[in-house]
């Protein structure tokens, strides 16, 4: 089993930043694609970004592409999230996935229990 603990949510003003971080816990050494999901109220949860297991490939939601990085410190277990130029959509609350699964095959099996991002404008 992997555990993921999400921090780093908050508000914050339009054109604005935030980090998000993502430290998983457990069995670690099954965990090879990482991401980010978000779900805004009344609408479904959406992927926003993945991570390969060495961090060399990446996967971004058009809607996030250029403003958003997500990375990992995989001697620390932990992926981030760097969001940047926030807009008032991307209000939702945020989701660490994680799991056995390659970067380009999410959701994976494990998910945390999320935390809130939300931009005024």
């Known amino acids: 089993q992997v555990q993921l603990v999400e921090s780093g949510g908050g508000l914050v003003q339009a054109g604005g930043s935030l980090r998000l971080s993502c430290a998983a816990s457990?069995?670690?050494?099954?965990?090879?694609?990482m991401g980010w999901y978000r779900q805004a109220p009344g609408k479904l949860r959406e992927l926003v970004a993945t991570i390969s297991k060495s961090g060399g490939s990446t996967n971004y939601a058009d809607s996030v592409k250029g403003r958003f990085t997500i990375s990992r410190d995989n001697a620390k277990n932990t992926v981030y999230l760097q969001m940047n130029s926030l807009k008032p959509e991307d209000t939702a609350v945020y989701y660490c996935n994680a799991g056995r699964g390659s970067y380009y095959r999410p959701p994976y099996e494990y998910w945390g229990q999320g935390t809130q991002v939300t931009v005024s404008s």
């Open positions: 457990g069995s670690t050494f099954s965990i090879n694609g």
